[in-house]
């Protein structure tokens, strides 16, 4: 029981420290949610608190049906989708905000692949 509430306290204020940051810097957001299954990132402006533009691998155009896309392709792909949608939207520039997660694996990739398709952060 200690251990798990030790990884939550590290994940909670890892939490608060990157959406500081990111808050801090009053830009759109490009949120990332991480699940066993699927990856979903979503560009948030708050001071509308809406979302702009939004992606995940639960689109076809990103895994078939009955596919697994939890993985480091997946979210690349998804990384590059919500890069090319943003550029239709005319967004360019973006606070990257990985939440609780570490900046590893998944996360990484579609950091990456965001890059890679012209969104800077």
Known sequence: MK???RVTN????????VRNRVRA???????VFR???????????DAGSRTIVSASTIESAIAGPSKYAGNVE????VGRLIAERAKEKGIESVAFDRGSY???GRV????DA???GGLNF
């Open 3 to 5: 251990v798990q509430k």
């Open 10 to 17: 590290r994940r909670n204020r890892r939490s608060f420290r």
């Open 25 to 31: 810097v009053r830009k759109l957001r490009l949120s």
């Open 35 to 45: 699940s066993n299954c699927h990856m979903y990132a979503q560009i948030i402006d």
């Open 74 to 77: 997946s979210a690349a792909k």
């Open 102 to 104: 570490k900046y590893h």
């Open 108 to 111: 990484k990739a579609l950091a």
């Open 114 to 116: 965001a890059r890679e």
